[in-house]
Every structure is written in C-alpha cells, then in structure tokens.
C-alpha cells in the first residue's frame, strides 16, 4: 500500500518570498502524485497533478512540483507567495495498479506574513 | 464545472441519534468517496463506492455506513452518534478508471458536532 509524509506541519513565509513544501511518498512503482489546496472553511480544490511524462509538472495559480523518483519526492514550489497563498496543502499519491482510492498526506498549513 | 454539493455546512447532533449527511454530484461521476478531516490527522478514508448500490469500506468505517441508490448520490450515516464522531466530513468524486488515477472534486465540507 502506498503512503504519504508531509514533514512539515506548519511552515510561515514572509509575502514575495519563495515557497517549497515537501512530499515524500512510498509506493513501490511509479505513482500518481497529486497536490490538493483547502482555504480556510472549504473543501479540497486540485493545483496540479503527475500521472507521466514530464518530471516537472505546472498547476493553477503559479504553482509547479517536480517528481524525482530516485527521493520519493513531489514537492510544490511556487517563486514568489502571495497572501491569499494561506491554506493548508495536502500531497497525495494514488496506485499505479489496483483500484485502491488516493492516499493524503496530513498536510501543511502555509502562513504568509506581510 | 463539476459541482459537489453537501447538503448541511454546520450540524449539531446529540449523542446517539443517527445522523445522515448527503452529497449530490452533478457530472455522471461513477466514483464517490466520503473523507473525515481531523486537525494533525489529515483526511482519513471512511467508505467509497464505484458504482450505484457498490461500497467499500476505507480505513476507518467503524461507526459508520453508507448508501448509494442513485449515481449522482452518496449518504453517509451516522448509525448512533458518538462525541468522537465530532469532525469535518468531506465528500468527493472522481472520474471513473483507476481509482488511483482519479482528480477528485470536493465539496465545501459538513462540520458536524456530537454533544
């Protein structure tokens, strides 16, 4: 079964600066990676998704997360935060085989300061 | 746009009565899932259903059932409610295929209280 690690909790970044949050998944083929954003009081909206192809892969709203297999990781990047960046963010990795629904991670909440 | 919509936003229920929280999706979704979202916890899997009158349970259906008589509907129950039940539920649907492989759309969430 595969699994998720946000490492991150909780991760404070001043508005304009740059912006990494981790994901590290296990799963043991190549799976498919998702990055899902919550604004406080709603639901899960999708910001990009890795099925294949392309390591570095483009979503809404200027985010981007590139897929390197050989750490496990997808981590989202964005170059330059904007406050009404505030949500939390939730990796998640489905199963190449099988029909076994996406696994989430526990998520980051991201603060922006002015 | 795919349009998922969960009936009650904010509930409050006593301990012990069955509690029902519907989710209606608009798109011919075959695959609906139903997520409990837990501060520190992340959302943890209660049931989904591939297909009309079809349900599996997900990592933690104790306490809880499902129903699906139509595609675009999916209820979660609440048999009799208990305080840890206290927690934000969320519906989501996904294209059919792969489970794995499914962009799931969410609802806006149903906050739901057990006093």
């Known amino acids: 079964a595969q699994s998720v690690t946000q490492p991150d909790i909780h991760i404070t970044v001043s508005e304009g600066a740059s912006l990494e949050l981790r994901c590290n998944y296990s799963?043991?083929?190549?799976?498919?990676l998702f990055w899902y954003v919550q604004s406080p009081g709603q639901g899960l909206q999708l910001l990009l998704k890795y099925f294949s192809g392309d390591t570095l892969v483009q979503g809404i709203k200027g985010f981007e997360a590139e897929f390197k297999r050989s750490q496990s990781s997808f981590n989202l990047r964005k170059p330059s935060v904007h406050w009404s960046d505030a949500a939390e963010y939730f990796c998640?990795?489905?199963?190449?085989?099988?029909?076994?629904?996406?696994?989430f991670g526990k998520g980051t909440r991201l603060s922006v300061i002015a | 746009d795919v349009k998922v919509t969960q009936s009650s936003r904010y509930l409050v229920k006593r301990t012990g009565e069955k509690v029902f929280l519907e989710c209606v999706q608009d798109?011919?979704?075959?695959?609906m899932f139903w997520y409990r979202q837990d501060p520190g916890l992340g959302l943890r899997l209660i049931y989904f259903?591939?297909?009309?009158?079809?349900?599996e349970k997900g990592d933690i259906p104790e306490g809880y059932s499902v129903s699906r008589e139509k595609k675009e509907r999916f209820s979660l129950i609440l048999e009799s409610a208990s305080t840890n039940q206290t927690s934000m539920y969320l519906c989501?649907?996904?294209?059919?295929?792969?489970?794995?492989?499914?962009?799931?759309?969410f609802g806006a969430g149903s906050r739901l209280t057990v006093l």
């Open positions: 799963y043991g083929a190549t799976p498919y």
């Open positions: 989501a649907s996904g294209t059919s295929g792969r489970a794995g492989a499914n962009v799931l759309t």
């Open positions: 998640a990795v489905g199963a190449y085989s099988g029909n076994t629904p996406l696994v």
């Open positions: 798109m011919d979704h075959e695959n």
């Open positions: 259903s591939y297909d009309v009158k079809m349900k």
